[in-house]
């Protein structure tokens, strides 16, 4: 009987890394892109609510227009600027870059359909919106050899439509509880506040100067109360309204145009309800508005003089 052998399997071999080779590194979190799409996540839901649930006052086709008109204007100012400059326009190198780019013009839009009233007309709307996205790039000052816009686009552009139209107002403080009533009117406000003050604690960073916002509106109503005999409950009422809370937590913290170190945004805060309490004395309405384009525009007053003092960051 002769011997058989079996035919034995090559031996498996484990794939073995190139050590040559470095690995490949994750891309890093950005925080300011994740804060801008929950954002955008935030404004687009409560637009849709409003328009079905929540009995918004404004047409249905006006967050519409303000969208189309937002991101064609946004598009063609980056356009003209990247090639006045001979740059790179923020939205290329991809679909996922214009989206990106896209979330500022979005919450600008919703911001300024959403907070405005301007009865049947789409065109102060319009105006609007045109104006937040223009401010971009009319408005900057130099920070680092960076040129850096100053103003936050939506409120900016409420304020100067505002200004040019005396006609056109605020949305009034039902409009956001319109059409529902009972425990609902609390919880919209409530939840508008949960979610707002876990997204800037998690993402933008702005709490101080958020508490120091609050905290200044409260002081400010107290002032008056004392020294000039204002009606207390009147003074403090505004904290109340989903107006208050949705610029507390989504227009006062934009992360463009608020500083970065936590003594600098107390300061913003501070200034901001200082700004707003003499603008209401002065007999000024929508006082909201104004004081934040005045606290901007102060602060970029202070970034010009800077390179002028010794070497600190005002940023």
């Not at 300024?112 to 709307?125: K, R």
């Not at 009147?234 to 208050?244: R, S």
């Not at 390179?307 to 960051?313: E, K, V």
Request: glycine letters at 8%; one cysteine or more; charged letters at 10%.
């Amino acid at each position: 009987m002769t011997a058989t052998t079996t035919p034995t399997a090559p031996a498996r071999t484990e794939a073995v890394p190139d050590a040559t080779k470095p690995a490949p590194t994750p891309k890093p979190f950005d925080a300011r892109v994740s804060a801008l799409r929950r954002f955008a996540a935030s404004i687009t839901a409560f637009t849709l609510l409003g328009h079905m649930l929540l009995g918004f006052d404004q047409s249905p086709l006006t967050p519409i227009v303000a969208l189309a008109v937002s991101y064609a204007t946004a598009l063609l100012f980056e356009w003209l600027d990247s090639w006045a400059h001979g740059s790179t326009a923020e939205y290329s190198g991809g679909i996922g870059n214009v989206v990106t780019f896209l979330l500022p013009p979005h919450i600008t839009a919703l911001a300024c359909a959403m907070l405005l009233y301007g009865n049947a007309s789409l065109w102060p709307y319009v105006f609007a919106v045109v104006v937040a996205n223009s401010t971009k790039y009319v408005v900057r000052v130099r920070v680092r050899g960076r040129l850096r816009h100053v103003l936050n686009p939506s409120n900016a552009g409420i304020a100067v439509t505002l200004l040019i139209f005396p006609w056109v107002g605020i949305a009034p403080p039902y409009h956001f509880t319109n059409a529902v009533g009972g425990v609902i009117d609390w919880l919209i406000p409530l939840g508008i506040l949960t979610l707002g003050s876990l997204l800037n604690a998690k993402l933008t960073g702005k709490m101080p100067l958020i508490l120091a916002w609050v905290g200044g509106f409260a002081a400010q109503a107290v002032i008056r109360w004392l020294v000039l005999d204002h009606s207390l409950a009147a003074a403090l009422l505004p904290m109340t309204g989903v107006a208050f809370i949705l610029y507390t937590l989504y227009m006062i913290t934009d992360p463009g145009t608020t500083p970065r170190k936590r003594r600098n945004q107390v300061v913003f805060g501070l200034t901001t309800a200082t700004v707003y309490g003499i603008l209401v004395v002065s007999g000024v309405v929508f006082g909201l508005f104004f004081a934040l384009v005045i606290t901007c525009a102060l602060r970029a007053i202070v970034l010009l003089a800077t390179p002028l003092l010794p070497s600190r960051s005002a940023t």
